[in-house]
């Protein structure tokens, strides 16, 4: 990036932090019934008028459930978008929410003992939560209810880092840096029999990674989780939060994980997990993130976006 380019972004930057901030706050203190309804007609739009973001669910869906109609396809692509709006109008609540926000927003908490059992014994405890539902109030109720620990990954947005990082440790959470220091006190930490939390379905940065299959597909996947899972001895948990069909708020689900945690080659690890990663989707399918480009930099160089 050139001097020029630094420049431009270092004044387009706050500006546009600015604007976003702003209207975060607005929504947060608008009524949900009216933020809700905007949400579900901004994802009806962005499908409607993105040909980019049409094509990058269907291309998803096609991956994922190859045996699936057209017309089921479509319709599911359709669901996802108005999801994915939903959540422009559930972040505010999540991030500028006070204690009491949250808790309304979360009916029914499944498997908790799950978490009470391993934080009772104090052993070390990583959470794996796709990015599926509202990941936002999931994060908000652990740290609500637990002691957590995670990474942090700054944006380039001053006022939106800045947002973010707020919240993320409003209620107690210490986030660390994804710089190699960072990295090493959250695995004292978590030795020290820590609780953090994970969102490991989306592709790292280049060498902080493997190809592992996520619905038959490879997908380069993070090999950080696994190193500190088996360096810290960690028990493993997955979680979702999932939005209730009558949006009235939230279910928090606790699932153990059914493969061997302590896997010492990552590859099978990384199988395991994405293996159960698909199976928490397939239970919620329009609810997952699939406007993201999961699938890019493959390994013979192709792209099934283009």
Not at 34 to 40: D, I, L, N, P, S
Not at 69 to 86: I, N, T, Y
Not at 210 to 223: E, L, N, R, V, W
Not at 258 to 284: K, T
Request: hydrophobic fraction near 40%; proline fraction near 6%; aromatic fraction near 10%.
């Amino acid at each position: 990036m050139n001097h020029r380019q630094d420049k431009k972004q270092s004044i387009f930057f706050p500006i546009k932090g600015f604007i976003a901030v702003s209207l975060l706050q607005i929504i947060y203190w608008l009524p949900n019934s009216f933020t809700h309804a905007a949400g579900r007609l901004v994802g009806k739009l962005a499908y409607k008028l993105s040909a980019q973001k049409r094509h990058i669910i269907l291309t998803n869906l096609t991956i994922a459930f190859p045996e699936m109609p057209s017309v089921e396809k479509l319709k599911l692509a359709k669901q996802s978008a108005v999801q994915s709006g939903l959540l422009i109008s559930e972040f505010p609540d999540a991030w500028l929410g006070s204690r009491q926000t949250i808790e309304q927003q979360i009916i029914d908490i499944k498997n908790a003992e799950l978490v009470t059992h391993i934080r009772e014994k104090k052993q070390p405890l990583v959470v794996i939560a796709p990015h599926i539902g509202n990941w936002e109030f999931l994060v908000q109720w652990v740290q609500l209810n637990y002691p957590l620990i995670g990474l942090y990954s700054p944006s380039k947005i001053p006022q939106i880092d800045r947002l973010i990082y707020d919240a993320r440790k409003k209620f107690g959470c210490k986030p660390y840096s994804t710089d190699a220091k960072g990295i090493t006190q959250l695995l004292r930490g978590l030795k020290q029999g820590g609780f953090m939390m994970m969102l490991p379905d989306q592709v790292p940065r280049e060498n902080a990674g493997i190809y592992s299959p996520f619905f038959g597909k490879p997908a380069y996947t993070m090999t950080l989780l696994h190193k500190l899972v088996v360096k810290s001895k960690a028990k493993v948990l997955f979680a979702d939060c999932i939005r209730r069909q009558d949006r009235t708020g939230f279910d928090i689900e606790f699932e153990t994980a059914d493969f061997d945690v302590g896997e010492a080659d990552v590859a099978v690890f990384n199988l395991a997990m994405n293996q159960q990663i698909e199976e928490i989707i397939r239970r919620h399918p329009a609810q997952y993130v699939w406007d993201y480009k999961r699938f890019r930099r493959q390994q013979d160089g192709s792209d099934p976006y283009k």
